[in-house]
């Protein structure tokens, strides 16, 4: 239940990130303002990683390969790539995708110009559609 919640928000999250960064970066080339449907796209971005976040802590918990660290310990998880990828790589990267996307966020307020919003928007958001598109389980996902 909480595996499907968090794979089927991972394709809501994914294509919300995906329409941000395209977004910032029209608004970036093209030279446009910063309009308020610029900021609720990048809000919207913002309030969909954190549920996921959320949502991938508890099937974090639930999980098989999280199972297997508790019976047979860290170590041996570290050896099987697969259970490495999942108790390890992926959250790991998510999270530091997340807290780009948080951090950028919270900077673009802070900036004065058009320009400089759509930027540090694109720099973050951008950084995390990375990570993101690293470390997802795409064998596991797509054979769901
Ligand atoms: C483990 C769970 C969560 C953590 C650690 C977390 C962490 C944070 C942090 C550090 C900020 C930045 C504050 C700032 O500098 O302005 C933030 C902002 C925010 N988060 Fe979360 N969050 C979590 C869950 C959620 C959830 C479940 C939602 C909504 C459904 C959410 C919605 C927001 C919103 C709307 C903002 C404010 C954006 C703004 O600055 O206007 N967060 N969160
Ligand atoms: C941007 C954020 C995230 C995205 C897009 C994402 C995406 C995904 C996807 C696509 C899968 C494969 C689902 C499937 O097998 O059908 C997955 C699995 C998983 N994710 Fe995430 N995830 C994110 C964040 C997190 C975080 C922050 C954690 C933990 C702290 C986490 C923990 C897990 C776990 C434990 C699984 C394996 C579930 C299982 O097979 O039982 N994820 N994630």
């Known amino acids: 239940m909480i595996k499907m919640l968090h794979s089927g928000w991972a394709y809501i999250t994914l294509l919300v990130l995906i329409f941000a960064v395209v977004n ?9 303002e910063f309009k308020d449907k610029d900021l609720r796209i990048s809000l919207f971005t913002l309030i969909v ?5 959320i949502i991938g802590f508890i099937a974090f918990f639930v999980s098989a390969q999280f199972a297997y660290v508790l019976d047979n310990g860290m170590g041996a998880a570290m050896k099987e ?4 990828l999942i108790v390890l790589e992926h959250p790991l990267m998510m999270i530091l995708a997340i807290a780009a996307i948080t951090v950028g966020f919270s900077k673009h ?5 058009d320009n400089g919003k759509f930027k540090t928007i694109a720099l973050y958001y951008g950084i995390a559609l990375i990570f ?3 470390r997802i389980p795409w064998s596991q996902w797509l054979s769901f």
């Open 24 to 32: 910032v970066v029209i608004g970036l080339t093209s030279k446009k």
């Open 49 to 53: 990683a954190h549920l996921q976040l």
């Open 81 to 84: 790539p697969e259970i490495r």
């Open 109 to 113: 307020k802070r900036q004065t110009t």
């Open 132 to 134: 993101v598109l690293s």
